[in-house]
């Protein structure tokens, strides 16, 4: 069982839907991150909130908007999605800095 | 940018050899390395970290050494079994503007056959 919980495991919607990511984790970690990942690739950065501040946004579009509202939480908003952006996405904790991050199993999100 | 990279996509081996999966990286600020292993349908998992002021560091199996010198990463694993078999990320952690960057290398996908 991973110690950072992901809802829902699976998730389709079209184009002009609105949804929701959530991720908790309760190992009163400081740092938690978004990741998004394709087939047969590595994790990539998405977002990284520090004490529930957002400290790095890696160039993300807009469609893709993140929100900490405590320390224990994190919510991916989407909204007018593409196709292209069916992939696993991934959240994962870390106490901060020289720390290992602690993934969840993900969301695998498909676009229609 | 600089970035992350694995040398072997895939490595097959047989149950009970050893098995060595190997990393490049190019940025020479990242000072904290991380070796993940990620089953089919799961995320990440933490298997074991190196600063960069170690050279080497022992865990139950597994063994991962830091050559600073050539930028190079490697994770031993002894006694392969078939529970090993996933695919295996690098991680290097950097600081950036006061935050700190982890980014993922290729990953390779190690296959244990019994």
């Known amino acids: 069982d991973t110690e950072v919980t992901q809802t829902p495991k699976h998730l389709v919607m079209g184009m002009t839907n609105k949804k929701s990511l959530k991720c908790e984790q309760h190992?009163?970690?400081?740092?938690m991150y978004w990741y998004k990942q394709k087939a047969k690739k590595p994790p990539e950065l998405m977002f990284v909130y520090s004490y529930e501040k957002l400290s790095i946004n890696e160039s993300v579009p807009s469609r893709f908007s993140p929100e900490c509202p405590n320390s224990s939480l994190l919510n991916l908003h989407l909204h007018a999605l593409q196709p292209e952006d069916s992939a696993l996405y991934l959240c994962?904790?870390?106490?901060?800095?020289?720390?290992?991050?602690?993934f969840g199993d993900g969301t695998r999100l498909s676009i229609l | 940018g600089e970035s992350v990279g694995l040398h072997l996509p895939t490595l097959s081996v047989q149950e009970g050899d050893n098995s060595i999966i190997n990393c490049a990286y190019s940025n020479s600020a990242s000072d904290y390395f991380i070796w993940y292993k990620q089953e089919s349908g799961k995320g990440p998992q933490f298997i074991i970290d190196i600063r960069s002021n170690m050279d080497k560091r022992q865990g139950q199996r597994v063994t991962v050494l830091l050559n600073k010198t050539v930028k190079h990463l490697s994770l031993q694993i002894a006694a392969t079994q078939p529970g090993d078999s996933a695919v295996y990320f690098c991680?290097?952690?950097?600081?950036?503007?006061?935050?700190?960057?982890?980014?993922f290398g290729r990953g390779t996908s190690l296959i244990v056959h019994p």
């Open positions: 190992m009163g970690h400081r740092a």
């Open positions: 994962a904790s870390s106490q901060y800095r020289e720390q290992p991050q602690h």
């Open positions: 991680a290097e952690n950097a600081a950036s503007g006061g935050s700190y960057i982890p980014t």
